[in-house]
């Protein structure tokens, strides 16, 4: 009997565990010797964090992050063909959504490999949730130009086809930059066009406003996002 490919969310802010992910998730988590993780020293902080009953140092990582070229994961999931499950653990969040996991997870599609996705926290889902804007329909587009200039090029694009389609638009921002982002939203979309922030989410600072660009040219100095995890939305 072949084992699973079992992905499991990680807290994106919470120190309390059960905040975040369902107990189910811990139980299968303890039934695992071998994890593909994005970044060792956080990994391992997490199975100490939620009680791993296992020697850290007689556990298996394989490390799976941007960097990471095809040829080097082959093996990756040579344990689930000896019948053992293999966890796939996200840096924050998610495995797979706007998370490097996507690739490995590819290849257990392509060998037939049962695959077993866990409930948990999405930073992108939760500002989604509260946010008001359009659920039905959004678009997640990472991280936007550094470049003003082209910057302000992709919000004008996101707004139009926020307004055109009433599709809801959503991107980060490298948490020391949010400042300027905030500024270049409000700056560069139309008066009415819907802003949401939402940042520290699950944490007891959590944030989430929505509000007209011609509010945010006002309300932005009265809210510091400088390396802060945060989810920008625009929207109709």
Not at 109 to 135: D, R
Not at 161 to 183: C, D, H, S
Not at 198 to 218: G, M
Not at 225 to 236: A, I, M, Q, Y
Request: aromatic share 6%.
């Amino acid at each position: 009997m072949k084992g699973r490919l079992i992905l499991f969310p990680v807290p994106i802010g919470a120190d309390d565990i059960s905040v975040s992910l369902p107990s189910y998730n811990l139980q299968l988590l303890n039934g695992c010797h071998s994890f593909i993780v994005e970044e060792l020293r956080t990994a391992r902080r997490f199975l100490k964090h939620a009680g791993y009953p296992h020697p850290i140092d007689e556990t298996t990582f394989f490390i799976l992050n941007e960097h990471t070229e095809h040829r080097e994961i082959v093996h990756y999931l040579d344990a689930i063909d000896r019948g053992e499950d293999v966890g796939l653990l996200s840096e924050a969040g998610l495995p797979c959504i706007a998370d490097p996991g996507a690739m490995v997870t590819a290849m257990a599609q392509a060998k037939g490999v049962e695959i077993v996705p866990l409930v948990g926290p999405s930073s992108l889902m939760l500002a989604l949730m509260a946010s008001g804007l359009n659920g039905q329909q959004f678009a997640f587009f990472g991280y936007l130009p550094v470049d003003k200039h082209q910057r302000a090029a992709a919000i004008r694009n996101l707004e139009q086809v926020a307004q055109k389609t009433g599709q809801t638009q959503l991107f980060i921002e490298a948490p020391y930059r949010n400042n300027q982002m905030l500024e270049a939203l409000a700056d560069t979309c139309r008066p009415d066009t819907l802003i949401c922030v939402a940042c520290d989410l699950t944490l007891p600072t959590q944030t989430i406003r929505t509000l007209p660009a011609s509010k945010w040219r006002k309300e932005r100095s009265n809210i510091n996002l400088h390396k802060r995890n945060t989810v920008f939305l625009v929207g109709v």
